[in-house]
């Protein structure tokens, strides 16, 4: 079992994890707690890039693409929601400090481009793009060959992940909304990633034997197999994520309902 000790991952997570932390302490300061869900969730996510980045599943990437997929299932899939649950308002507003905050909210340019590239469209176009993209065999063995490229893998996947999640999550908001057109979103954007795992799935021989050869052997797997797997992996991570995503917006579609309702009849 392989452990890696990569110092930037671990200087970036443990650097993300303080100014998280301090936040939390400053807000606290401010008579202004966070829930302990909020926080689960970023901690949560901190510890999942933590194993999907450090963990056995790194060095069991370069023998087996089934783990490798699975090390951008965690980074992408699940710690990217994870960490935008985390940082929701007045997180957010406080996780840098008040110079770079202030700096960043009068870069409007920035502001403007950050905008376009959350708005749904462009986010989902962008999530098939770069997961598509990096899928390609040369893009893929680019990266498994090179330390740098694999971690501009590693950023990329972890990017647009977010960009997708951001306009259904609204970190930026103090209460996350309940509209249904979330559902679709959400469904939208994983279904335009399935066809890849199912490719995997179905695909007769190796997509990437040139990266990998035979080193699946060793762990009793023919590559095929390990490919096959791959691609499961995928389906059902994505099936998941679609019925999670259709159970909570329609279930926080029907409280925003009824607190309407009882506001309604208040006033």
Known sequence: MRFSFDPAVIVLL???????VRA????????????????????????????????????????????HMAQHLLVADFAAPLLLIGVRTPVLQHMLPRAAMVSLGRARRLRAVLAH???PLVAIALYVLVLYGWHLTFMFEAAL?????????????????????????????RRLRGELWKIGHIIG??????????????M???????????????????????????GGLMLVVDVAIMLTALAFFFWRAGEDHDRAERRAAIG
């Open 14 to 20: 443990v650097t993300a994890t303080a100014l998280y």
């Open 24 to 67: 939390v302490r400053v807000l606290g300061r401010r008579g202004q707690e966070i829930s302990t869900l909020q926080q689960v969730s970023w901690h949560s996510g901190v510890l999942i890039s933590a194993i999907g980045l450090l963990g056995p599943v790194d060095g069991l990437g370069e023998d087996l693409l089934s783990a």
């Open 117 to 119: 590239l959350r708005s």
């Open 145 to 173: 060959g090179n330390g740098l490229v694999h971690a501009l893998q590693h950023q990329s996947f972890l990017a647009v992940s977010v960009l997708v999640w951001l306009p259904a999550l609204e970190p930026a908001r």
């Open 189 to 202: 954007a994983r279904v335009a990633g399935m066809f890849l795992g199912m490719a995997f799935v179905i």
């Open 204 to 230: 007769r021989s190796p997509a990437y034997e040139g990266a990998y050869g035979n080193a699946s052997s060793e762990h009793g797997l023919t590559p095929l197999f390990d490919q096959q797997v791959a």
